[in-house]
């Protein structure tokens, strides 16, 4: 059972709004847009590997989650997807990765050549220990003692060179089912209302991750970026405010809550916080009280009073 979904991270959101409002002649439009195509492309990945493991339907209990964010001592650690079994649980590392990898050991070194391109990668296996080693102790505190493993998946079919046998396995994506069937079960060292457990426990301690202001990171000032409401409909910037609704001068949508992504885009690209001048600046708007009875109504919290009054995501 799928306990826990995948969605869009924060990251790749924030992104494409990053892009749609940088005009396409700035400086950093191309890198923001590799940087883009990178995300979707993993992300994309990671959906396909979903996919996959969504065919395997074992006769005994299990859970599956994907994205699963947690906190050890201080410390995060991210796991792409886990199968919770009576057996233990099996951390799946997810790459994207084009081209033929060759993999080497002792000291292990992913390597991938394209055309005439051989570019040393981080290596998936020592992110796969490190996750295992946190895993292994935040069970531990929560009075688990289970056998861990971890699968390097590559999300599409690659050329894969093993040099040296690896200290992890790594698969295609669509062998990923297969596998899992072929291991069956050695044995049981928890049941089902302890797989669900587990699972519940995660989901509620699941750290979601929020990234700092887009703008801030790429060091891009706020006025290299396009103001305005955004069309939900053509996606053209800068919807005019008429009584009570937004109008699209280009194709002629109308809406009453479009400024609510335009929120959105300030406190992702700009700053966790938000003034009512700040709101008019980036909403092209005049109006003082239209802004505030907007702002009010936007489920952010307000801080303050007056000119020193502020809005933010509590």
């Known amino acids: 059972m799928i306990y826990k979904t995948r969605v869009e991270s924060a990251s ?7 892009i749609t409002r940088l005009p396409e002649t700035h400086e950093k439009y191309g890198y923001v847009s590799e940087e883009f195509r990178r995300r ?15 065919e395997f ?12 964010c947690l906190k050890q001592n201080g410390i995060y650690f991210q796991m792409d997807s886990l199968l919770i079994s009576p057996a233990g649980i099996t951390i799946f590392e997810v790459k994207n990765l084009a081209g033929k990898i060759i993999i080497k050991s002792d000291p292990t070194q992913f390597i991938q050549e394209n055309s005439n391109e ?24 929560k009075g688990f003692d289970l056998t861990i493993s971890g699968i390097v998946v590559l999300a599409y079919t690659n050329e894969i060179v093993m040099q040296d046998l690896p200290a992890k396995q790594v698969i295609n994506t669509q062998d990923v089912p297969i596998l899992l069937y072929n291991q069956g079960l050695e044995r049981e060292m928890i049941f089902f209302p302890q797989i669900q457990e587990i699972a519940k426990l995660m989901i509620a301690e699941h750290q979601e991750y929020v990234p700092e202001p887009l703008l801030q990171v790429m060091d891009i000032p706020l006025n290299d970026i396009l103001p305005g409401v955004i069309c939900p409909e053509c996606f053209h910037v800068g919807m005019e405010r ?5 109008l699209c001068n280009k194709c002629g949508c109308q809406s009453t809550n479009a400024h609510i992504q335009l929120i959105e885009d300030w406190l992702g690209l700009v700053e966790k916080k938000l003034t009512n001048q700040q709101f008019r600046y980036f909403a092209c708007i005049k109006d003082i009280h239209v802004a505030k009875r907007l702002l009010k109504n936007s489920g952010l919290s307000m801080y303050g009073k007056s000119r020193g009054a502020y809005y933010f995501r509590s």
Not at 41 to 53: L, Q, R, V
Not at 242 to 246: A, K, N, P, S, T
Request: charged residues 25%; glycine residues 4%; hydrophobic residues 45%.
């Open 57 to 68: 339907r074992p006769s005994y209990p299990y859970a599956i989650l994907h994205d699963i």
């Open 12 to 18: 790749l959101l924030v992104l494409r709004r990053l």
């Open 118 to 141: 051989r570019k040393i990668l981080p290596s998936p296996i020592s992110e796969l220990e490190r996750k295992e080693i946190f895993l292994k102790q935040w069970l531990g505190q």
């Open 40 to 54: 979707v492309a993993g992300f994309s990945g990671e959906a396909y590997f979903d996919k996959h493991i969504n």
């Open 242 to 246: 008429l009584l009570r609704r937004w």
